[in-house]
């Protein structure tokens, strides 16, 4: 019964923004650390960042300086704010929660391409 629901993906040029959400349901949102993962074509998914429910942030190198995860516990939704966007970043990204098992969502795309 644990969904999370992404939105917000889409097609943007390099050096541009996005902003990804993550509706999450069936949990006990605010005490769960979440998490955006990604997969690019031909590779294995990639933990992106994650935001512990105390507040606390990780990114992968790759991302560190140009995304920003958050979260408003009041809605039950993680964010990931997304700048500067490269050719490379282009992947589905989804929402993760652990909840006993692994938990995904269904990913959005996101595409940068000029």
């Known amino acids: 019964q644990v969904q999370l629901v992404e939105s917000g993906g889409g097609l943007v040029q390099p050096g541009g923004s996005l902003s990804l959400s993550c509706a999450a349901s069936?949990?006990?949102?605010?005490?769960?650390?979440m998490a955006w993962h990604r997969q690019a074509p031909g590779k294995q998914r990639e933990l992106v960042a994650s935001i512990s429910s105390g507040g606390q942030t990780n990114y992968a190198d790759s991302v560190k300086g140009r995304f920003t995860i958050s979260r408003d516990n009041a809605k039950n939704t993680v964010y990931l704010q997304m700048n500067s966007l490269k050719a490379e970043d282009t992947a589905v990204y989804y929402c993760?929660?652990?909840?006993?098992?692994?938990?995904w969502g269904q990913g959005t795309q996101v595409t940068v391409s000029s």
């Open positions: 069936g949990i006990v949102f605010s005490i769960y650390t």
């Open positions: 993760y929660v652990h909840r006993g098992i692994d938990r």
